[in-house]
Structures are given as structure tokens and as C-alpha cells.
């Protein structure tokens, strides 16, 4: 370090520890180099490259900061062996490091000699400014002790004094405001006790608010965190209270709630926790509806059922308990719907008010966007009743699907549909919904249903049928359908129709609202399904059958008593309630008509009809009761109505129509549009197959479930005694029964035709035209029957054959056989009187049974005439006179204008006297002949103006179309 400082003395330089002692040399580690050292550097040229290439090969460690012994790492160095010369070469590089390190330390010096000048200055002056800030702090100590001595301790007391007086002023009374909060609790239950949840509500926000100033008070802090707890109290109460509204809606209960949410600015979360809890309420409701009647039918406390999921629980329900479960089901769902619409509604009042500024000083009510909230809760309130009635629809779906109804009575399922219509109106009416999932479940239960009992039902009609005596049911000549309870639901609407058409619907009901606002203050309209089964009484039966016959005796003993009645009530029925005139009445005028054939009046106006009869009736209306409340099946169940239909009028046929003798007559009793319709009832509704040992397919066996073994006639009814004129009465019964039956479709027509669904109402209009308009066809078949056993036409023909037809003179005097003949028709008016006895025998009848009778004798007469083998021209004459002799007392027994087949045998006896040619032309035009009668004709006028040539070619003429047929 002395040599460093003798060269900076050299140099004129001062030494740093001159002024500054604590600053330390950096360089004192280091060994300067001699002056003769120094010397022979500058002497000695240097070459940069090659003093740092000396530089970089001395040892790393020596450059390192770490202090170490460089004797001692010299010394260990040195190898075991020492060798002079070596030791020698070392020393020199060492001594040539050492020079050239010390003068690249020189030159460093010597280089930043000017920054160390100034650098000495700066620290010079520095010492020179901390020995000023020395005495300025020695001055300031001075000051503050005589600032000191200068105020009393009184003055400063003073001051503290009057601060301590005012903090305690301020403590005073925030301790008097925290004992006012510490009471709060107890006002707060008060409150709450007594439902006033605003006012509750009011005084924890007012407490919370003073408790906020006062924080900083540890008392106040839990005081503060207790009011926190007391207001989520409060709004679990509120909560609690909020979700009673959904079973109960009460006016001032619920304005309590809507007042204490908007005080907490929660009026949507009131909304959402309002919907949440109306859910929450159906499902409630309905589980505890369903879990009360499984246990009370288990009839034990197992607690079992009370795990069970709601649609398990469903399962249990008795057959017993189900429609009692399901009336308080409605009835329950009922009054959550009531609850939602109440709450609607006030709603919609309060907005309204809301809307005008408000003049009682509740519109300073904290809120943050009235008109936002106001919208929120209508678009909410909007939209949760299409979920509410989605619940509903869901939760009935599941009860409804949840039993078996195919084995209910009929009135019971039908209250059921009643049950569920009404509660589709109520969802109707509750929010436009057309219920598609109420429907379809009910639509699955009804054709389920349906199936089942219609197949029970058309195998008792089947029984009917089999043991029907077909003997007349008394019923009173005022009868009408609308009479039956069955039809009640035509005159007044019991139910509005599921279809969205509502074809019927009560005026009543909808003059009185809807059934929300008929029962906003109390009432179900659950309740008013059973008042309809008091009235179920009806008076159709008469009293002994006859009941017609007083007004027979008045059309004979009183023609013009009723000339002063007014024309409405010379009606013979008019229903009060309709104002509708059976299809089936009597009128006195047509009476009086009928006065020259006595079997016409007996029993007057008596309708024609069996229980059977009835019994179909009764089941149309009641298939037609099931189609008003449930239209989706209307056509599955006017489909099976037009079975019933086509079953009975079968049954008519094959027990008193089918008879093969009566085809080879080519009347044509039978019109093609009947036996197409025979032919179709048979292929699709009657079982012809006798059961078999083998099963068959699966489809053959489903297809034979569909269809109805064919009915037998009972054995009580007899139809070949020729005294009962071979079961006349009976026959009567049977087709004129399903003639009123036909009748009763007809006017049905209307009502079926308003529930079918259009894309089906082509099937309606093929049934009644087709099958219902052929019911009066039968007439022909089944009368000609006994119009041709009762008369032994048989007997006439061999009479005829006896006379001698070749007489020379004109005869005055008929043939015996048109006397017997006579005779036979006296004989069938007196049987015909005789039944009519027992059966009205009613004016269509009459006249298609002569008809029948007749048209048979006058085919016998030209069969006998055509038997002829010879004949003159008087005894053509005689035949004239026989015909007109028939024809004359023909025309006392009967009424019938014209006579059938008048012109029949009249135009057969006039061919005798035809020339060749016009007798050809005669041929062609008249076919209505047998090839039989028109070649005994020809033969029988060979010889007298017709020769043989003639002859030959009238039969070829006769022959030629059955030549064309082959």
C-alpha cells in the first residue's frame, strides 16, 4: 500500500485516506511492483497479445474472491522431488505474471485517474454537508426543549378533557341505540307470530341498516351476523308461507307475502319459488290422495306403500275405490289449479293499480325496475300454466293408465270419461290446452274398454236373439228414444266434448262463465258428477200393453171434436223437451183410412218392437254416451253400432227370410243392394266355422275374435203351423222391430254424423245407405214366405186342370176354381184378422202380404191357363170372365189399388187372338213369361189361325235368347 501511495506522490496525487480514513484501498491484497521493477516494464517493449496471453495463463483461482493462503498453494505445488533449475524457470514465469498483472493494475489506475479525482471531491463535500446537518439538528433539539417549557400541562389537559367529554356524549348514545337493537329480537318473533312478515321484515332492514353505523362495536358484530340469521328465518318463513297459497289462495294472506318479497327486492325469486312450489304441491297432493285409499283398501299401517314411486303406488288402487279416488284426485288437482288462477288474477288487478300513481305513500317501496318486475311475473305467471297443466295431464295420465277399466260397468267407465272430460275442460278453460296426453291415455283406456265390451255385448245379443220369442214389448205410443236415460245426454249437455269443436256445449254453463269464475268463492265441479244419477227414471212401458185403444174407440166415436185444437197439438207426441214427432206415430186421419181392413186398427198405433229390440237401443245410446264424451274413438264405436245393426237385421233374415224356393220365381224379392249387404255381413261379422281340434295362425285366430257365430232361432218359435199362419205374428214383430230399429238410425244420422270424423264419414254414408235403407226390404222375403204356403195354390192349378177349355159356346157362369180360390183369400183375411189379435199388423205389411198372395194366385192363373192343351176362343172368353170374377170380389177383401200382375194374366189371355206377326213381336216384348207359357200359347193356337210353319218359327223366337245365353 506505501508503494502505491509513493508512486501516487509521484504523480502530484493526494491520498484518499488524507480526508476520507474509513475508505479502503481494493487493491490491498496485492503486492506493487518495485521501482526497478516498474522501470524495467517501461523499459522492456510490450506487446499486448502477448502480456494477455501471460494474463490468461495464470490460475483461475487467483482470480476468484475467495481469500487463500497463494504460499501455501505455491508450495504444495512443488513436486516430491525438487529440481534447482526448474524451481528456477518457475520463479521467472511467476515474477513475468506478477509484472505484467501489476502494470495492467497501473495502467487501470492511471486510466480512471480523473473519475477518481472527482469522486474524491464529491466525498469531500459530502462530509462537508453532514457536519451542517450536525448542527441544524442540534438547533432544532434546542428549540423543541424551550417549545416544551413553554406550555403547561394544564392547557393540553384541558383539551383532553372537553374530547373525552364529547366522545362520551357520542358513546352514550350509541349505547342507548344498542340496547334499543338488543330488544328487536324479541318484536321480530311477535311479528312473525302474527303472519306480518312486511312489517318483520321493514324493522330487521331498519335494524340491519343501524347496525352497519356501529360495526365497529364487537357487540355490534354479532348483533349484526343475529339479524342476518333472524332475515333468512324470515324468509324461510316467508318461503313456507309462500307454498301454503298453492292449496288455499287467500287475498290478504298472499298480498303479505307479494309486500315482504318486494321489500327484499326478491319479487322474480318469489316467482320461481312460487312455480317450484306449485309443482311441488301436485305431486303432494296427488300422493297423498292415492297413498290414503291404497292403505285404507290394504287395511294395515305398513308403511310400505308410503316408498313406493308414485306411478307403483297407482297399481294398487282397487277396482272398488278407484272412482273415489279418482273424483278426489280431480278434486285435489282442482284446487291447486283454482289456487294458480287466483293468484293470476290478483296479479292482474295489482299491476292495473300499480300502473296509476300510487296515493298512499306505499310507492316509495324500494325496488329495482318495477315495470322489468311487473313483466318477469306476467311471462312467468303466463308460462307456468301450460307447465302447471302439463303436471296435471301427467300426474292423471299415470293414475288413469295405472289400472285395468275393460272389466268396469258400463256406468262406472262412463263416469270415469265424465271425470276426466270435465277435468279436460278445466284445462281448457285454464290455459287453451287441448290435453293430447288426457286424451290419448283415455282414448288407449276407452278402445281397451270398447273392445272388450262390445264383444261381451254382441254375444248377449246373440243370447237375446237365440232366445227371443219375438213377442211385442209394451211400450206407451208416445215412445221415444229420448225417453231412455240412455239419450238423456242429447237433451242436456253433461259433458263437454273432448273434440275441439265441442259440439255440445251448455249454454248455461257458458252464459254463466267459466267454471273458474262459477266457483271462485267456494264449490268443485267435481262435485256435480253424481247429481246426474238421480235422474235416471223412465216411463215407456204402457200400463197393460193396450194402452193405444182409447184412442181407436175416439177415431169412430169423435171425428170432429178437435176441430177448435190448435194444429201443433193434434200431433199424436210431441216431446216437450225437443219438440220432435216420432217417426213411428199414427196420426187419427191415417186411422180413419184404414177402416175397411179391421187388423189395420187393432191396437191402434202400437209400436212394433221386442226387448231385443230395446236392448239394442239402449246400447246404441249407450255407445253413443261414450262417442259425445270421448270423440277420438267415434269411429271405432259407430263402427261397432253399425255391427249391432248388422247383426239383428242378419238375424231377421236367417230366422224368417232365408229360404231358397222363392229364387227360382223371378219376382225379385231380393234386391241386389240386399244380398250384397247380406253377402258383406256375413264374409265380415258372422263365424261360419265350426271350432276346430287345431289352433290356426295367430291372424286367423284375431280375425275369428272379431266375428259372431251365427244365431239360432228358438225352438219356442214355431213357424209352420199353418192355424198361427206359419209364425205370421212372429214375423211381423221381427221385421217390422228392425223397420223401427232402421228408423231410429235414421234419425240418429244427424248426431252421428256431427261426432264421425270427416276423413270416416264416408263409411257412415255407406252404412245408411246400403244396410240401414235395405232394413224395409226384408219385408218382400220374409212376408212371401207365408203369402206362399198360406194359400194351396197347388189345389187351384189341379182344379184349373180339370175344366175343359174347348167349349163352343160363350159361358155365363165362372169356374169352380175361382170360387176356391176365393175361398182361400176369405180364409187368409180371417186368419190375418186373428193375428192381428195378438200383433198390429201395420199397413205396409198388410199390403205386401196381398200383394204377395195376390201376385202368386194371378202367376198360378196363367201357369194353369198355360197347361191348356186346347183352347177355343170361347174358352178364352170363359177365362176372361173367371179373371174378372176374381177380380171383382178380390177387390171387396183388400185395398190394394191396382191389383198386382193384373196385367199379368190379362195380356196372357188377349195373346190368344194375336196374328203370326204381331204374336213374334208379342213374344220378344213380353219375356216376363216362361219359355213354358209362351210355347203352350203357340201350341195351343195351331190350328186355329196359326199353322205349323208359324209355329216353328214363334218357337224359335221363343228359343232364341236361351240360345244367345249358351
Not at 350 to 364: C, F, I, L, Q, V
Not at 379 to 393: A, N, T, Y
Not at 402 to 425: A, C, E, H, P, W
Not at 592 to 597: C, H, I, V
Request: proline share 3%.
Amino acid at each position: 500500500m506505501q508503494k502505491i501511495k509513493s508512486l501516487m506522490s509521484r504523480q502530484g496525487l493526494k491520498s484518499p485516506q488524507e480526508s476520507v480514513p474509513e475508505i479502503k484501498s481494493p487493491v490491498e491484497n496485492f503486492r506493487i511492483p518495485s521501482k526497478e521493477e516498474l522501470r524495467e516494464l517501461r523499459e522492456n517493449p510490450t506487446d499486448p497479445q502477448a502480456e494477455q496471453e501471460i494474463i490468461n495463463s495464470i490460475e483461475e483461482i487467483y482470480f476468484s474472491n475467495d481469500s487463500f493462503d497463494v504460499v501455501e498453494h505455491e508450495l504444495q505445488k512443488l513436486p516430491s522431488v525438487l529440481n534447482l533449475h526448474d524451481l528456477e524457470e518457475y520463479r521467472d514465469k511467476l515474477k513475468q505474471q506478477q509484472a505484467v498483472v501489476s502494470k495492467k493494475v497501473a495502467d487501470l489506475i492511471l486510466e480512471k485517474q480523473a473519475a477518481y479525482v472527482k469522486e474524491l471531491e464529491r466525498v469531500t463535500s459530502l462530509q462537508t454537508n453532514l457536519q451542517l446537518a450536525a448542527v441544524i439538528c442540534t438547533n432544532a433539539r434546542r428549540q423543541l426543549n424551550i417549545a416544551k417549557e413553554g406550555f403547561t400541562q394544564a392547557s393540553l389537559g384541558l383539551l383532553a378533557n372537553q374530547r373525552k367529554r364529547q366522545l362520551l356524549i357520542g358513546l352514550l348514545k350509541s349505547l342507548r341505540t344498542i340496547k334499543t337493537l338488543q330488544r328487536t329480537d324479541v318484536r321480530l318473533s311477535e311479528m312473525l307470530e302474527e303472519e306480518d312478515y312486511p312489517g318483520a321484515i321493514q324493522l330487521c332492514l331498519e335494524c340491519q341498516k343501524a347496525a352497519s353505523t356501529f360495526k365497529h362495536y364487537s357487540c355490534i358484530s354479532e348483533l349484526n351476523s343475529k339479524l342476518q340469521d333472524t332475515l333468512e328465518q324470515i324468509e324461510e318463513q316467508l318461503d313456507v308461507a309462500l307454498s301454503k297459497t298453492c292449496k288455499h289462495f287467500e287475498v290478504g294472506h298472499y298480498t303479505k307475502v307479494q309486500l315482504a318479497y318486494r321489500l327484499l327486492g326478491k319479487t322474480q325469486t318469489a316467482m320461481d319459488q312460487l312455480h317450484m312450489h306449485f309443482t311441488q304441491a301436485i305431486h303432494n297432493t296427488v300422493f297423498q290422495v292415492v297413498l290414503g285409499y291404497v292403505e285404507l283398501c290394504a287395511g294395515n299401517s305398513d308403511t310400505k306403500f308410503q316408498k313406493l314411486q308414485y306411478r307403483d303406488l297407482c297399481t294398487h288402487i282397487t277396482p272398488d275405490s278407484y272412482i273415489p279416488c279418482l273424483s278426489d284426485l280431480c278434486k285435489a288437482l282442482w284446487e291447486v289449479m283454482l289456487s294458480y288462477y287466483r293468484t293470476m288474477s290478483w296479479h292482474e288487478e295489482h299491476d292495473n293499480e300499480e300502473s296509476t300513481p300510487a296515493s298512499d305513500g306505499h310507492s316509495d317501496l324500494k325496488t329495482d325496475d318495477p315495470n322489468f318486475n311487473r313483466s318477469y311475473v306476467k311471462k312467468k305467471l303466463e308460462h307456468g300454466l301450460s307447465r302447471i297443466w302439463q303436471d296435471v295431464q301427467l300426474k292423471a295420465k299415470t293414475y288413469l293408465l295405472g289400472t285395468d277399466l275393460s272389466n268396469f260397468k258400463y256406468d262406472d267407465f262412463i263416469f270415469v270419461l265424465d271425470i276426466i272430460s270435465r277435468l279436460m275442460q278445466v284445462g281448457e278453460e285454464f290455459c287453451g290446452s287441448k290435453s293430447e296426453v288426457l286424451q290419448e291415455s283415455i282414448r288407449k283406456q276407452s278402445v281397451n274398454y270398447f273392445k272388450s265390451y262390445h264383444r261381451i255385448r254382441i254375444e248377449e245379443l246373440r243370447m237375446f236373439l237365440e232366445n227371443e220369442t219375438w213377442e211385442l214389448c209394451p211400450v206407451k205410443s208416445n215412445f221415444s228414444i229420448l225417453q231412455l236415460h240412455e239419450f238423456k245426454f242429447m237433451q242436456q249437455s253433461r259433458s263437454p266434448s273432448v273434440s275441439p269443436s265441442k259440439q255440445y256445449t251448455s249454454s248455461s254453463a257458458a252464459a254463466a262463465g267459466s267454471l273458474f269464475d262459477q266457483h271462485q268463492n267456494g264449490g268443485n265441479p267435481f262435485e256435480q258428477q253424481t247429481d246426474n244419477k238421480d235422474d235416471e227414471t223412465e216411463d215407456v212401458l204402457a200400463a197393460n200393453g193396450y194402452e193405444s185403444d182409447e184412442l181407436e174407440k175416439s177415431v169412430y166415436q169423435d171425428d170432429d171434436s178437435d176441430s177448435d185444437v190448435p194444429e201443433e197439438l193434434k200431433r199424436d207426441y210431441v216431446d216437450e223437451q225437443t219438440g220432435d214427432v216420432p217417426l213411428k206415430s199414427v196420426s187419427k186421419e191415417t186411422l180413419k183410412t184404414r177402416k175397411k181392413s179391421d187388423y189395420y186398427m187393432n191396437k191402434g198405433n202400437t209400436l212394433i218392437l221386442t226387448n231385443t229390440t230395446l236392448n239394442v237401443i239402449r246400447l246404441v245410446g249407450k255407445y253413443m254416451q261414450m262417442m259425445n264424451i270421448l270423440k277420438p274413438i267415434a269411429f271405432d264405436v259407430i263402427h261397432c253400432m253399425s255391427q249391432l245393426f248388422d247383426y239383428y237385421l242378419y238375424a231377421v233374415y236367417t230366422f224368417f227370410g232365408r229360404e231358397d224356393m222363392y229364387e227360382s220365381t223371378g219376382l225379385g224379392l231380393i234386391s241386389s243392394r240386399l244380398r250384397t249387404t247380406l253377402s258383406r255381413i256375413q264374409e265380415s261379422l258372422i263365424d261360419l266355422e265350426a271350432p276346430s281340434e287345431t289352433s290356426g295362425s295367430l291372424t286367423t285366430t284375431e280375425e275369428r275374435k272379431e266375428k259372431v257365430p251365427s244365431p239360432h232361432l228358438s225352438h219356442l218359435v214355431v213357424l209352420n203351423s199353418a192355424e198361427t199362419l206359419y209364425g205370421l205374428a212372429e214375423r211381423v214383430v221381427a221385421t217390422e222391430s228392425l223397420v223401427f230399429l232402421a228408423d231410429q238410425f235414421e234419425c240418429l244420422q244427424p248426431h252421428l254424423d256431427a261426432m264421425m270424423p270427416s276423413a270416416k264419414k264416408p263409411f257412415l254414408q255407406q252404412f245408411y245407405s246400403q244396410t240401414v235403407s235395405t232394413a224395409s226390404e226384408l219385408r218382400k222375403p220374409i212376408y212371401w214366405i207365408v203369402a206362399a204356403k198360406a194359400i194351396d195354390y197347388e189345389q187351384m192349378l189341379h182344379l184349373m186342370a180339370s175344366v175343359k177349355w174347348d167349349i163352343k159356346e160363350i159361358m155365363s157362369q165362372h169356374n169352380v176354381y175361382i170360387d176356391t180360390l176365393l175361398k182361400e183369400f176369405e180364409h187368409f183375411h180371417k186368419k190375418l184378422s186373428e193375428v192381428s189379435k195378438r200383433v198390429r199388423i201395420p199397413f205396409q205389411v198388410s199390403n205386401v202380404l196381398w200383394e204377395h198372395c195376390i201376385r202368386l194366385a194371378n202367376r198360378t192363373i196363367v201357369e194353369g191357363y198355360a197347361n191348356v192343351k186346347k183352347c177355343s176362343n170361347e174358352g178364352r172368353a170363359l177365362m176372361q170372365l173367371d179373371f174378372q170374377q176374381f177380380l171383382m170380389k178380390l177387390e171387396k177383401l183388400t185395398d190394394i189399388r191396382p191389383i198386382p200382375d193384373k196385367e199379368f194374366v190379362e195380356t196372357y189371355i188377349k195373346a190368344y187372338y194375336l196374328t203370326e206377326n204381331d204374336m213374334e213381336r208379342w213374344i220378344k216384348e213380353h219375356r216376363e213369361y216362361s219359355s213354358k207359357q209362351l210355347t203352350n200359347l203357340v201350341n195351343v193356337c195351331l190350328g186355329s189361325h196359326i199353322n205349323k210353319k208359324a209355329r216353328q218359327k214363334l218357337i224359335a223366337a221363343i228359343d232364341e235368347p236361351e240360345r244367345l245365353k249358351r
